[in-house]
């Protein structure tokens, strides 16, 4: 009888211990950390960083003011830092004049014209090109050809440009130091890129 009392304790423990092992202590499922953006429109996907620095999205947003600058401007995709975002929103509603937050830029530019890029560079005034710093990089994005060069601002940027069809892909991160997330996740980004 002892014995039989004995097994059953040790039963319902293995069954106890089993499930805090699944439930509490084993391992944990992760959420894909990486969510996708495919432009149905103009061939363009990308994969960005959903972890711990999620980041709030806009697609063309402020597509007609950025036209004022670029006429040809087809599609602006934003990807900014929750945290800063959520400062962002709260400083315009009390009317606090400000810099805008660090990001991520996507263009999709209307090339009718046919320009090489670095034709584009020097006469588009969204490529920031007169504030270079050093020389244009030769790269490759979504197995095209593309220049990259960081230029100086506010921030400073990393810009890469491609032009691929009737179109100009422009991608763009503002930051203060290569160290930061969102320069680590704008260099993810570009390895995911599609067209």
Do not use: C
């Amino acid at each position: 009888m002892k014995n039989k009392h004995f097994a059953l304790i040790f039963v319902i423990l293995v069954v106890v211990l089993g499930f805090l092992f699944v439930t509490q202590i084993g391992p944990k499922k992760t959420q894909d950390p990486f969510k996708g953006y495919t432009d149905k429109e103009y061939p363009l996907s990308f994969a960005f960083n959903t972890g711990l620095d999620t980041y709030a999205f806009f697609a063309d947003k402020y597509l007609e003011l950025a036209r004022k600058n670029e006429p040809n401007l087809l599609r602006m995709l934003i990807l900014i830092e929750e945290g800063e975002n959520q400062e962002l929103v709260k400083d315009i509603k009390n009317g606090v004049a400000r810099e805008g937050p660090r990001g991520i830029t996507i263009f999709v530019v209307n090339n009718k014209e046919k320009l090489t890029v670095i034709n584009w560079l020097k006469q588009s005034p969204i490529s920031n090109f007169g504030g270079i710093i050093g020389e244009t990089t030769e790269m490759a994005i979504g197995g095209n050809p593309a220049l990259s060069y960081k230029s100086d601002g506010l921030y400073t940027n990393e810009t890469v440009v491609t032009v691929l069809g009737d179109y100009i892909y422009v991608f763009n991160v503002t930051f203060n130091s290569v160290e930061d997330n969102i320069y680590k996740d704008f260099q993810t980004l570009l390895v995911t890129v599609s067209f």
